[in-house]
Structure formats: structure tokens, C-alpha cells
């Protein structure tokens, strides 16, 4: 590059002789001398340093003739010798006024802008550029805004001089003499260490109001920064002295607790680490650790930032069972007796719990086994978590991974991080204090995944017995050994679950309650808590059969008990305030009449049996998350082209089970209504609607009942009212196994439904519904849809 400036910007004054050459007349051509990384302004003194021969000898025939050469700036700081397109278009006319020769060949002048100008086209590249000039004057539009503008700019520059310690105070004065706004938005512009893009804009601009409201927002920008460098060079040397007194003071400190014969605090502190790890029985490898950083620690002072990160670290350290455990309590029939007393029913989990107490019995070092109870809301999973543990004589620690999104809540986080903490599954074993507890986790089919992680990933290596021996906390960032921990997990549905930690755990389904189920629940386990919660005594009240039946049936609607319990409550409530006001009389007994004045108006409605002799009605059974429940298909059809219209919010699963149902009864229509027309098909519209159409419905277990209506339709014989089905239908008119077969038995039940047609598949699902239940409905086991359309229409 040619030439670039040793100085910044100063004030100065030309002699006579250059002044009145500054003020002679452009003529049409001038020598171009390149700059490097800086911009001239007019008006403005600028030193510069040439060093390149074409350089030098430009400023040496400028000499000898009216001193007067073009400056312009280069695009490319990089290229040495830039050509007439590495430069820009805008630059100054200059006059030398000073030229010194250095001993090693270069120069240094100094040079007197004087006007904006625009360079082009160039009519000479060697010895050096020459160019054509065109002035270019400012454009000055005098107001208030260019008075104010002038007043804000040398303000916020005086301010900027003030705390910036390149910039002499003289210019401050030189600033405030200006009254010419286009020379003071010059002078500013040529003092600031902007970019040279910054610069060149600012030359460019010729409205002198554009370019100081431009130059306003600059020097606005590096007020900024300015401050906030005071403003952090001040907190620094704040706490480098803060730092430095509590040193000193330390020091002190010591030399008089050495007087005094007093121990070193940091030393006892040391000291009662040491025995901590000495009493916790850490294994090698976590000794190994707990030494490294208590050595450390010992050689750093209690200000450093690293002693609270490796203080806290050797505590969670010590804190953690390594070798402390509970011994088992391997008596089976103890084990019964608890789980009878604090659940009813739940004969698989219990089962399961005592086939590993056997086990554990024959074959100590068994691993604990990693169960999953899925079912709904209300049935007792959680609970049961603690009844286990109860049991087997452990202790329990419940963990919530419900809408937990990162991987470091499981895993921990890494000790580089500030606040860095382990993550839960050692922070409760911690809790705990023994390595063998029961971990309840609850809720696992709700954790999530962001940009932080994925916690079900994490899960994978705790609930997998080939590698939780070896699980490795990020904070610890040592190996626990997690095999002697039972791990449950609860979830109500399993389709939110990874399959890989699915494959980890062994699933126990928990269906809904019946409802004699609930009444006994009621009867010894709600009833008597609910009576003590609210203060009353066994004495002062009694819940009759029919009244529990009352509030099953007429105030609750789930698959569990959450809610029963809650209506129980109210109850107890509301005698518990007779009581206290001393209108209660004796004993009192709670039958349906007295449950229903208390609980008030009825707030669920049981689904009654569709009665009615329109044709293409059918029931079938849909399962839910909270249970059982009657689904009514309806089919109707209305002249038209053969269109199919699906409503009632259904899935895409559940639509194309209808077009299936459709498409199998219009290839078998002959078998199901002999006398209808070949052309009904073509000529009509058909609509199928479910009801409920607020709620979302999906699945493919209302094939049977959808191709039943249908058939229902063409034939015109309208569905028996006493029957419900369930069950998928494939075109060629098999019919498939479908799941939830207890609870939507149970929903056709309390429905007044007598007979259930189920896949023929399913039978063996049905030795699973409580004998006292199957024995109030008729299965029929179908395997092709004919069979079902056969049972199902009234003859």
C-alpha cells in the first residue's frame, strides 16, 4: 500500500504561502495518492508516512510543482498497489505542507485537505495514478435540526474526549470553536478510530444534515462502548482490591491464630473431610477421587473460586450410601399380608413382587427387578410403589420425571458449569441413604426432548440390569453400582414411551376397578381415612352399601378411585361441620338418599341402552385413558352419487376402519340385504357419525360396530339394543383382536348391555375379567364379520 497515517488528526495552521495555495483553483487533474486503512477529510491536517517509489515520487513532483495531489482511500487494505478499481470514487484534494526524508528512504509530510471530490475516469497509471477531478460542494439546509444536530454532536463528542485517553483535551476546545457544522462533522470524523467503510460513508455524504444525524448515531454507539469499558475496568480494579484486602487481612489472621496457639480453620476443615471419607467406606475408584481433590483443596485458599466447587464435590462424595444398605425382609407371607392390607385386587403386581421375594430368597445376589405398571389414573400405582417397599423392609424415594425436558435432570451436570449439581437418581439415593432402596418413577410416560436433551435416552442406561452396575453421574463422573436398586415406573398409556426403554422394563397392566371392586375399596381403605382426615370418629358416622354404590355410580366417572375418595370426603366434611355445630345427633348414617342431599344434583349419567327401531344404530365399546366407555355409530343415507361423509372428530385410523366397513358391505351386499337394489349404492350418500363429536376419537376396534350399522342400513333390520361389540374388520370381513377388553366389558356392563360380541382371539382376555363380573354378560366370539352381523340385527 502507498502511504498510511503515523499520527491521528490534529488542529493546525498553514503558513501564508500554503493557505493561499489551499485556496487556488482546481485544475482538471491531479496525482492520486492511495491510502491505506484511512480517510481524509477537508479541512483537516493529516500526517502521513510514504514508503512505496511511485509514492515517493509523486510527492516529490507535487513539490516542485503547486503541491497538490488527490488522497483517496482503498477498498483492500491488502493490496500493496491497488489499481483505479481498488480505490473509491470519493476522496480530497491536498496540499503538502511539511515533507521530511528519513534516513532509511521514506517520507513523512504532512498534508492539508481542502475539497471533496470525485476521481474519474483516470488518465494515467504510471509512474503513479492520475486522475480527473470533479468538486463535489456540501449541501447545507439551514433549520433547527441543524442546529440541534450541531449542539448534540459536540456534546456527546466533548463527553467521549473526556473518558477516552488517545484524544487531547485541546480538541475539546477546537470542537467547541467550530461554527461551521460541515468542518466540525470533519474534524470529529477524522479524530474517531471508526472503520474506514464508517469513514468513507461519512465522506461520501454531501447533505451535511444526513451526515451529522449519521456521525450522531456513531458517536452514540461509541459512548457506549466507552462507558461500559469504564464501567467494567472500574468493577475489575474493584475487585482486585477487594481481593487483595481480604488477603492481606487472612494472612493476618493467621499469624495471630499462630500467636494465640489457636488450629488453622482451613486445616480443621481439611481434617473433617478426611475423617468423613475415612467413615464413608468408598470404593477404590471413588477414594481414588475423594484423596485427589481433598490434596487440592488443602493447597488452595478458602477466596479462590475453585475451593466451594471442590468443597461441595467431596461432600456429595461422603454423603452418598457406598456401603450402607437395608436387609430384606425375605418372609413371603409378611409380604402378602402388607400388600392385602394396603391394596385390594392387584393380584398380578403382587404375584410378581413374591415370585422375586422367592428368588431373592434362593439366590441373594439376584438383581432387583425393573417393573412398569401401566394403567390409569386413580388405581393405585404410586401407592403401591410404597407398599412394595414397605414390604420387602426398604426404603422408598419417589421421583417425578413428569415433563422433565433435560438429559443433565437425570444424568447430572458437568462440574465446569457454575451451580453444577448431580442429577436426580443420585441426589435420591443421597435421600435415601441406603443403596438399595425402592425407586418409584413416576409419570415416565411424560418426559419430553429439546434442544437439551433427550431424558428417556438417559433412562435407558439406569433401567438397563447390563449397565446400571456402572452408572456414571456427569457430576460425580464416577461409576455407582445401581444393580441393587428396584426401580418401578408408572405410566397411564405406553405410546409416549421410547421402544428401546420399553424393551428395558417388564409392563404390569392395571385395569379400572369394577364397581363392587370400588365399594370394597371404599369399605376398607377410603371410608376410614377420609373419617380420620377430617376428624371424625368411627362412632359418629356410617357409610351404607347402597350409598357408596350412590356415589360410584352417580358422582364419579374413572377407572380409578382419586375421585370417589374425594366424594367421600365432601361427605365427611359436611358431617364433620354438623358435628362441630352440635346439630348432630348420635351416629350418623350415610344411605344413598342422605349421600345424594349432601353431594347434591347428579353429575354423571350412565350410558342407557339405545332403544330404537331406525335401523343403522349400532353399540360398540371404545376404551379411554380413564377406562371404559359405550360408543353409538350411527350410518344414515340420503340420495346422492355414492359419496361417504365421516363425522364425529375421528382419526385416520378410525376413518379408514369406516371405508373399510363400507367397502366390505358393499362387496358382500347380496349375503346382507338380498333385496336391495344393484344400483343403491351409486345412487345414495351415506353418513356416518359419532356421537360426542367434541371428543377426539381414534383406533380401529369400531370396525365391527361401523360395518354392523352399515348393514344395519341397507337391510333395514335395526341392531338388538341389548348388544355391544368391539373388534377390527379387514376387507376380506376377518375379524381381528383388539386390546382393552376388560374395561370396555366393564363400561358395556354398567350400560345394561347382556351381550358383548369380541374377536374369537380374545377369548383367553376374557378369563381375565373377575368371575362375578363375566357372569352378568353373554360373550360371543366371532372371527368373521358375517358371524357379528348375524348376532347383532334383529331377526
Known amino acids: 500500500m502507498d502511504s498510511h497515517p503515523v499520527l491521528e488528526v490534529v488542529e493546525s495552521e498553514l503558513d501564508a504561502e500554503d493557505a493561499i495555495r489551499a485556496s487556488e483553483p482546481l485544475p482538471d487533474a491531479l496525482p492520486v495518492l492511495p491510502l491505506r486503512e484511512t480517510v481524509t477529510f477537508p479541512e483537516t491536517l493529516t500526517p502521513l508516512a510514504v514508503g512505496q517509489e511511485r509514492s515517493i515520487k509523486l510527492v516529490n513532483d507535487v513539490l516542485g510543482a503547486n503541491r497538490m495531489l488527490a488522497m483517496v482511500a482503498a477498498r483492500d487494505p491488502e493490496d500493496e498497489e491497488p489499481g483505479p478499481k481498488g480505490l473509491y470514487e470519493i476522496g480530497v484534494v491536498g496540499v503538502v505542507a511539511r515533507m521530511l526524508k528519513v534516513p532509511d528512504g521514506t517520507l513523512r509530510v504532512l498534508v492539508q485537505g481542502t475539497q471533496r471530490v470525485r476521481l474519474g475516469p483516470y488518465v494515467a497509471e504510471e509512474p503513479y495514478l492520475v486522475a480527473r477531478i470533479a468538486e463535489l460542494p456540501d449541501v447545507v439546509e439551514d433549520g433547527t ?91 475489575v480494579e474493584s475487585e482486585i482490591d477487594k481481593g487483595q484486602r481480604e488477603f492481606f487481612l487472612r494472612q493476618q489472621m493467621k499469624a495471630i491464630q499462630d500467636e494465640l496457639g489457636e488450629g488453622d480453620e482451613q486445616q480443621a476443615e481439611v481434617n473433617e473431610l478426611r475423617e468423613k471419607i475415612e467413615a464413608a467406606k468408598l470404593p477404590e475408584h471413588a477414594r481414588k477421587a475423594a484423596d485427589r481433590e481433598l490434596s487440592r483443596l488443602e493447597k488452595l485458599p478458602p477466596a479462590a473460586a475453585e475451593h466451594g466447587v471442590i468443597r461441595t464435590y467431596l461432600e456429595w462424595l461422603v454423603e452418598l450410601p457406598w456401603s450402607v444398605q437395608t436387609e430384606d425382609n ?10 392385602d392390607a394396603d391394596h385390594y385386587d392387584l393380584e398380578k403386581v ?40 414397605r414390604a420387602l423392609g426398604r426404603e422408598f424415594e419417589r421421583i417425578s420425571v413428569g415433563g422433565v425436558r433435560d438429559e443433565a435432570e437425570i444424568r447430572g451436570h458437568r462440574r465446569t458449569y457454575i451451580g453444577a449439581m448431580p442429577g436426580t437418581i443420585v441426589r435420591a439415593l443421597r435421600d435415601a441413604g ?66 428401546p426403554l420399553q424393551d428395558r422394563m417388564e409392563t404390569i397392566e392395571l385395569a379400572g376397578y369394577t364397581l363392587e371392586e370400588k365399594k370394597h375399596i371404599a369399605r376398607r381403605y377410603l371410608v376410614p381415612r377420609q373419617i380420620e382426615a377430617n376428624g371424625l370418629k368411627s362412632s359418629q358416622i356410617e357409610f351404607a352399601d347402597p350409598a357408596l354404590a350412590a356415589i360410584v355410580e352417580e358422582y364419579t366417572r374413572e377407572a380409578g378411585v382419586r375421585n370417589l375418595e374425594r366424594q367421600i370426603g365432601t361427605v365427611c366434611r359436611k358431617v364433620a361441620r354438623e358435628v362441630a355445630e352440635g346439630r348432630g345427633n348420635g351416629k350418623v348414617r350415610i344411605s344413598a338418599k342422605r349421600a345424594r342431599e349432601l353431594l347434591g344434583r347428579r353429575r354423571v349419567f350412565a350410558e342407557q341402552r339405545r332403544r330404537t327401531k331406525v335401523p343403522g344404530v349400532a353399540t360398540g365399546l371404545a376404551w379411554t385413558p380413564t377406562g371404559g366407555d359405550v360408543l353409538f355409530i350411527e350410518a344414515t343415507s340420503m340420495p346422492g352419487s355414492g359419496k361417504l361423509t365421516i363425522t364425529g372428530q375421528l382419526g385416520d ?56 350399522a352399515l348393514a344395519s342400513l341397507i337391510s333395514g333390520r335395526p341392531v338388538r339394543n341389548d348388544v355391544a361389540m368391539t373388534g377390527e374388520v379387514t376387507l376380506t370381513g376377518q375379524v381381528l383382536p383388539i386390546g382393552g377388553l376388560k374395561e370396555k366389558s366393564l363400561a358395556a356392563q354398567r350400560a345394561g348391555i347382556k351381550r358383548v360380541l369380541v374377536p374369537e382371539r380374545n377369548e383367553g382376555d376374557v378369563a381375565e375379567i373377575p368371575e362375578h363380573e363375566r357372569s352378568e354378560l353373554e360373550f360371543v366370539y366371532v372371527d368373521e364379520v358375517t358371524k357379528a352381523i348375524e348376532a347383532a340385527l334383529a331377526s
Open 145 to 235: 435540526e441543524l442546529e440541534a444536530l450541531t449542539r448534540n454532536v459536540q456534546r456527546t463528542f466533548s463527553e467521549i474526549i473526556e473518558q477516552i485517553p488517545y484524544l487531547p483535551e485541546e480538541l475539546q476546545m477546537a470542537v467547541a470553536n467550530i461554527d461551521d457544522p460541515a468542518a466540525l462533522a470533519h474534524l470529529i470524523a477524522g479524530a474517531l478510530r471508526i472503520s474506514t467503510e464508517e469513514k468513507q460513508e461519512l465522506l461520501e455524504e454531501l447533505n451535511v444534515v444526513a451526515r451529522l444525524r449519521h456521525l450522531s448515531q456513531i458517536l452514540a454507539r461509541e459512548l457506549e462502548v466507552v462507558q461500559l469499558g469504564t464501567q467494567i475496568q472500574s468493577q
Open 330 to 339: 425375605l418372609d413371603i407371607a409378611h409380604a402378602r399380608e402388607v400388600l
Open 350 to 389: 403382587k404375584d410378581r413382587i413374591l415370585e422375586y421375594l422367592a428368588v431373592r430368597k434362593l439366590k441373594p445376589d439376584s438383581p432387583g427387578p425393573i417393573l412398569c405398571f401401566v394403567g390409569p389414573p386413580g388405581v393405585g400405582k404410586t401407592s403401591l410403589g410404597r407398599s412394595i417397599a
Open 434 to 499: 441406603s443403596r438399595n432402596p425402592v425407586f418409584m418413577i413416576d409419570e415416565i410416560d411424560k418426559m419430553g426432548a429439546d434442544f437439551r436433551g433427550d431424558p428417556a435416552s438417559a433412562m435407558l442406561e439406569v433401567l438397563d440390569p447390563a449397565q446400571n452396575d456402572s452408572f456414571r453421574d456427569h457430576y460425580l463422573d464416577l461409576e455407582y453400582d445401581l444393580s441393587e436398586v428396584m426401580f418401578i415406573a408408572t405410566a397411564n398409556v405406553l405410546d409416549t414411551v421410547p421402544g
Open 653 to 708: 385410523v378410525m376413518k379408514e376402519s369406516a371405508q373399510a366397513a363400507l367397502s366390505y358391505v358393499r362387496g358382500h351386499w347380496r349375503e346382507v340385504a338380498p333385496k336391495l337394489d344393484e344400483e343403491w349404492f351409486a345412487e345414495h350418500d351415506i353418513h356416518i357419525h359419532v356421537p360426542a363429536g367434541a371428543v377426539p376419537k381414534d383406533g380401529p376396534s369400531a370396525g365391527v360396530a361401523m360395518t354392523v
